[in-house]
Structure formats: structure tokens, C-alpha cells
């Protein structure tokens, strides 16, 4: 059920004076580690270390969380799947909600969590999560859960590389290098270190366990499974839904779910799960891709492990078109459709770069936020924004609904910043659909469709997205494959600026952050009035459109 700002904004007040306010304390800075145990490399971490520990929370509580910048370029911090209502300003996405934080600098990220579920925390700024500032945020309910558990486990899921994301952006975007760049295969970490190596975890007969599985990867998909016992899917994405029986489940970059697990009724066998790293998109070779990582679940110690089969056509996957979310919401009325095409093409700067509808992101000069905020009645001018932020105005409480082509032989996971979404449907995206391929059903969600914040775009395919602008603020919607959201694949949502005006306030310790930097608070995407867009650098042409 969605409710609106003002209703949802006194029911934030009110679980703030039950909740405590929390604070955490990082020092982002490089570190010189080996993960993965191919040798050492610079990562980013937190208080000199990796992993950074996971932030624990109750809906109600005030998230305090201090960063101190020690790189030598600004980074800032996204709290994935939460939608700060009232408070767009903290939601952590550098040049649009923000200004990064500068190098020495520290700014303290504080607001109310007003939802409860399985979210994470990184960088978003120059693609940091990718070079290891990223960590599992666990928003526990107040009271009773609406499902029933005796013990939470939380099993985080990242691919890690021998080369940082910024040589790897380089040679994707050099004009001069081959394109495509030749695949980096990468290595799997679970709960933060090589995934051969991770702890066990204990089971206690008869006991129901929810997992919590979050994939906080920057490319590659991860599937798990659990052989000999059944899996109950009951969270997607912070999202409650209907307990669904399945055999598995597939994540992609950006995606949480929470499963149910019952524990056998003796303790005579131990058992183990299975995680598969993998990416549809690039050849198999053996030892590399996929890599499979086994991890033991002890009833007893001693005991003998129960020996079990691998995949098979019966094997059923969870699939969010097969959710229902457990609030019982029907799909919303729609009031404006809007049509979005993936694709990927050679621009005139001599780039190969993705884009919806043509258009491939670029951030302004000036935040998108603040030019929402200062240009009055002009924000709901998407000239404003400039052309390469691909902007799009919505009206309050209209329901949006989101109609996304994928063209590509590639899949695609989009997130989208400050709401979560019903997925309605799923089909074959003719015209596109090359002729010579597999006929595909549409498929749509029966009644009560499932809610979340991430969604995953097969090739050739489309799916259809409904949301409630009911949250005032500048929201991007991207691509959580970072070297696709790199290329360009985002755009931003101009949410009811008129009402945004009215309603927020940033912080000045955040403007004084972009004074150090010399970058312009108000004004358009240039910082210069009305539309004189003098200095913001051209958008690129589509020289060459990709088949």
C-alpha cells in the first residue's frame, strides 16, 4: 500500500520517538588488500579495513552515519532501497543529490528509516561500490515480523577483480582500445571474503531461519540454492511479499531477497548450499566462469554430509513476475505510460555508450536537486536540466508507468532511486526481437503484483513497471551493472518540484561542501539562469546505432 507524503511524514515522526538514534562512524580511505586471494590490490574500505561491517537498524531509528573522506577524490554514500521521503537531499547520489564530499572533508548522512527489510549501503560516486565501499544494511521490524522466524542470517554476495573499476572504465571508454574490452572473469566473495573460505553457518534442528541474501555486486549475477531443503521467498528488495515455495534463487547486481528456511527435525546429517557466480553474457570457461562456491551448514559437528544432485529442468527459480506482494495492493490505475528503449551506440566523442531513447547520461554542473530547488516555477521546465541528464518531469500522486524495451543481447538491472515499483509484466519486445529468435510468451502478474527496486530487463524482451509519484525529488533511475551505468545508462525523474520547493530544505553543511568545490547551488544544470545553458558541455551524437 502507498500512502502519501504527508501521511507517511507524521508516521516517520512518530517511529522516530520509539527509535534511538544510531551512529556509525567510517573513515573511507584506500587499503591494500588481497580478497580473493590473487594477490593485493587498492580497494577502498572503511577505518582501514575490508569488509566493512553491516549497519544494523529497527524501523523507527535515526541513521547517523559520519563519513570522513581520506581518498583524494569525493565520494558520497546511497542507502540502497531506502526512499527517503522528505529528505532527497541525503540519498547519497553525487551531481544530482549532492555534491560529493571533498577529500578531508567529513558530512554526517542523518534521517529516519522508516522501512523495514534487507537494503545496503555504498558509494555512489565514481562507481566506489566497485572498488569495495559497499555493505549490507538490515532494517529489522518494530515488533512482531508479519512472517514468523526464529534467527536471521545474512549471506552478502560480491564479484571482486584484479583490476580497479577505473582501469576498467578506461579501457571500455578509451576510443583509441578495441571495443568490446576484453571479459575480466572475477572472483566471488561471500559475507565479505573469498567465497571458499566463508564461515559456516549452524542450524539447530526444527528452528525456521530467514536468509537474507544481498547481492552488492558490480556485475556479475549470483544464484543460490540449498539442497535438501525448501526455500520460502518472502522479502524482495525491502519488499514483504506472499511466501512463495521455490528450489533457488537468481540475483542480480542491486537485488535482495529474503528466504525462509526450515531446518530438518534431527541432526543426524550436515548439508551445504551452493552459490553460482555467473554472467549470461560472456562465454563459459571452466574454473572461471561460472565459479561455484559451496558453503557448509552444520547440524552437528562430525555428522556426515548429505550428498546432493546439481540443477535440473524441474528446478524452480523465483521470478518477480510470480511474487505477490503481502500488503495485497492491486496493480495501480494508470495515468501517463512512458516508453523507454534500451540500446547502445558509437557517439561522436568516438565512444561505444549505452542510452535510453537515444539520449546517454551525463551529470550537470550543477546538482539536479538544487536547480529543482532554485529555478521556481521554471524546475518543471526539463530544459533546465540540460539534455545529457535526461530529465523527466512528474506531477504529484501520478502513476507512472514505466514501459522499458531491452533490444539488447545483453540483460539489464535497473535500479530506481526513491521508490519501489509493481512489476506487471513481462514480454517479447517487438518490434524488436530479432526474427530468427525463440517465441516467448508475455507473461503478467496474476492480481496482486510484487513490489521492488530493482528489475531485471532480459535481452529482447520488455517489462512493465507502475509507480505512484508520490515522492517528491530528483530520482535516477540506472543501470547496477556500473560499467553500464558508466556508459551512460541512467536518467534522472524531476519529481513534483513544485511541491519539493515547498517542502525541503538542504542542509547548509551541504552546500558548503560545493562552495569548497566551486560548484554552483542554484540555478540550471550550468548554474546560470533561466535556460542559458553556457557552459555545460554539448551532448554527444549518435554516430553509429549498434545492431
Known amino acids: 500500500m502507498w500512502l502519501s507524503a504527508p501521511v507517511l511524514l507524521s508516521l516517520l515522526q512518530a517511529l522516530a520517538v520509539m527509535g534511538k538514534r544510531v551512529a556509525v562512524n567510517w573513515d573511507v580511505g584506500y587499503v591494500d588488500i588481497d580478497r580473493d586471494g590473487y594477490g593485493s590490490r587498492v580497494a577502498i574500505g572503511v577505518n582501514g579495513a575490508l ?16 563519513v570522513h573522506n581520506s581518498l583524494n577524490q569525493t565520494t558520497a554514500i546511497h542507502a540502497h532501497g531506502l526512499f527517503q521521503k522528505g529528505t532527497n537531499y541525503m540519498d547519497g547520489a553525487a551531481m544530482v543529490t549532492q555534491c560529493g564530499i571533498p577529500p578531508g572533508d567529513q558530512f554526517t548522512y542523518e534521517y529516519v528509516v522508516g522501512q523495514a527489510g534487507t537494503f545496503w549501503l555504498h558509494g555512489h560516486d565514481r562507481h566506489q561500490n566497485a572498488e569495495g565501499l559497499r555493505t549490507p544494511l538490515v532494517v529489522y521490524d518494530r515488533g512482531k515480523p508479519p512472517v514468523k522466524y526464529d534467527e536471521d542470517m545474512l549471506l552478502s554476495l560480491e564479484d571482486w577483480y584484479t583490476e580497479t573499476f ?13 571495443f568490446p574490452p576484453p571479459h575480466r572473469e572475477g572472483f566471488g566473495l561471500i559475507n565479505g571474503i573469498n567465497g571458499n573460505l566463508t564461515k559456516p553457518m549452524h542450524f539447530r534442528p526444527g528452528s525456521t531461519y530467514r536468509l537474507r541474501l544481498v547481492s552488492m555486486s558490480s556485475t556479475r549475477w549470483f544464484q543460490f540454492s540449498f539442497p535438501g531443503h525448501v526455500l520460502h521467498v518472502i522479502e524482495a528488495d525491502g519488499q514483504y511479499t506472499e511466501p512463495l515455495e521455490v528450489d ?24 551445504r548450499y551452493n552459490v553460482t ?50 500488503d495485497k495492493e492491486p496493480a495501480l490505475p494508470v495515468d501517463r ?8 551506440s558509437l557517439y561522436s566523442t568516438g565512444q561505444n555508450l549505452d542510452h535510453f531513447n537515444n539520449i546517454t547520461f551525463s551529470y ?26 535526461h530529465p523527466i518531469v512528474l506531477k504529484h500522486n501520478e502513476v507512472i508507468e514505466l514501459v522499458i524495451h531491452n533490444p539488447e543481447v545483453v540483460l539489464h538491472p535497473l535500479h530506481l532511486h526513491g521508490h519501489a515499483f509493481q512489476i506487471t509484466e513481462y514480454g517479447p519486445t517487438r518490434p524488436f526481437i530479432p526474427s530468427n529468435a525463440t517465441a516467448v510468451p508475455v507473461v503478467k502478474n496474476s492480481g496482486v503484483p510484487a513490489k521492488r527496486d530493482t528489475v531485471v530487463i532480459l535481452p529482447s524482451h520488455y517489462v512493465k513497471l507502475r509507480f505512484r509519484a508520490d515522492n517528491p525529488g530528483v530520482w535516477m533511475l540506472h543501470c547496477h551493472m556500473d560499467i553500464h551505468f558508466a556508459m551512460g ?13 515547498r517542502t525541503q530544505n ?12 566551486g560548484i554552483k547551488t542554484t540555478g540550471n544544470a550550468a548554474g546560470n539562469h533561466g535556460l542559458d545553458l553556457t557552459g555545460l558541455p554539448p551532448a554527444p551524437t549518435i554516430v553509429t546505432r549498434e545492431d
Open 51 to 66: 569488509p566493512i561491517p553491516p549497519v544494523m537498524l529497527t524501523v523507527g531509528d535515526t541513521l547517523a552515519l559520519t
Open 166 to 178: 577505473a582501469e576498467r572504465e578506461r579501457v571500455t571508454l578509451d576510443p583509441s582500445l578495441p
Open 248 to 271: 533457488g534463487v537468481d540475483i542480480a547486481p542491486g537485488q535482495r531477497y529474503s528466504v525462509l528456511v526450515t531446518a530438518h527435525s534431527t541432526s543426524s546429517f550436515n548439508y
Open 277 to 326: 557466480m555467473y554472467a549470461s553474457f560472456i562465454p563459459d570457461e571452466p574454473g572461471l566462469s561460472p565459479r561455484i562456491f559451496i558453503g557448509d551448514v552444520i547440524y552437528k559437528q562430525g555428522a556426515p554430509f548429505v550428498q546432493t544432485g546439481s540443477y535440473n529442468d524441474s528446478f524452480r527459480w523465483a521470478r518477480d513476475i510470480n511474487l505477490h506482494a503481502l
Open 337 to 344: 505510460s512512458l516508453e523507454l528503449v534500451i540500446g547502445r
Open 364 to 389: 550537470p554542473l550543477t546538482p539536479a536537486l538544487y536547480s529543482a530547488l532554485s529555478m521556481g516555477d521554471m524546475a518543471t521546465d526539463k530544459r533546465v536540466y540540460g539534455p545529457q541528464a
Open 489 to 501: 545508462l541512467a536518467l534522472t525523474f524531476i519529481e513534483a518540484p513544485d511541491v519539493l520547493q
Open 506 to 517: 538542504v542542509p547548509v553543511e551541504m552546500l558548503k561542501m560545493c562552495a569548497k568545490q
